[in-house]
């Protein structure tokens, strides 16, 4: 079974600052996937950035990146200089590799409320 | 259009009625997904298909009825439905490989608010 927790109460960060959510993840799968999404209030999940477990660097995306510290199961998400437009919800989420095949599901944390002050 | 779009974005229901919801994707992708969102719970998954064949059906109650008549279009089928199933529906849709590869991306519709009296 595969279980993301995301613990932070809600988050706050001032315009321009760097701000890091924090994920961590539990999983027998031999490979797999971590994603971070963010949810405005309008409710889309927009995609952000992706870790496999088997890459060697950690992932960027814009002033997006992963901190992946696979021996300790964690895959913080840092945003650098913050938007008044981040503030939103964000979700961490694992898809897991069987022997047969990766599984369709995307499991899913309950989500850290990032809040951006001007 | 772009992306996966979802119809109506809001539906207020009584229990007795019938309703559907409808998604779209127009990114060619062969997987659709539908998502319950509850107020202070995870995303749950409620079902999975890929080139229109339902591969995973997470327990879901019979009152919700999933169908998929082609790879761009899946619909949720509602009725008799609980108060308790007042929650945000996201569509979502991926290309899925179906090898030992986990990067597919699953990308989302923008949801349908639904409020059941």
């Known amino acids: 079974a595969q279980k993301i927790t995301q613990t932070q109460p809600g988050m706050f960060v001032q315009e321009k600052e760097a701000v890091t959510l924090d994920c961590t993840y539990d999983?027998?799968?031999?490979?797999?996937?971590l994603f971070w999404y963010k949810q405005p209030s309008s409710g889309e999940m927009i995609f952000l950035i992706y870790q496999g477990s088997y890459d060697q660097q950690n992932a960027t995306e814009g002033r997006y990146s992963l901190n992946f510290q696979k021996a300790r199961k964690s895959a913080n998400l840092v945003i650098s200089a913050s938007q008044l437009g981040d503030s939103a919800m964000y979700f961490c989420?694992?898809?897991?590799?069987?022997?047969?095949?990766?599984?369709?599901?995307?499991?899913f944390g309950k989500g850290i409320t990032l809040s951006v002050r001007p | 259009e772009t992306g996966v779009t979802q119809t109506p974005r809001h539906l207020v229901m009584g229990m007795t009625n019938k309703k559907s919801l409808k998604c779209e994707q127009h990114?060619?992708?062969?997987?659709m997904y539908w998502y319950k969102q509850s107020a202070k719970k995870p995303l749950e998954l409620m079902f999975v298909?890929?080139?229109?064949?339902?591969?995973e059906n997470n327990s879901v109650p019979s009152r919700f009825s999933p169908e998929c008549p082609n790879s761009s279009h899946l619909f949720l089928h509602l009725h008799t439905l609980q108060p308790e199933d007042s929650a945000l529906y996201l569509c979502a849709s991926s290309q899925d490989r179906g090898g030992a590869e986990s990067s597919d991306t699953q990308y989302f519709g923008p949801g349908t608010r639904l409020t059941v009296l």
């Open positions: 989420a694992m898809r897991g590799t069987t022997n047969t095949g990766a599984n369709s599901k995307l499991t």
């Open positions: 990114l060619g992708h062969n997987a």
């Open positions: 298909y890929n080139f229109k064949e339902q591969t």
């Open positions: 999983t027998s799968d031999p490979s797999y996937g």
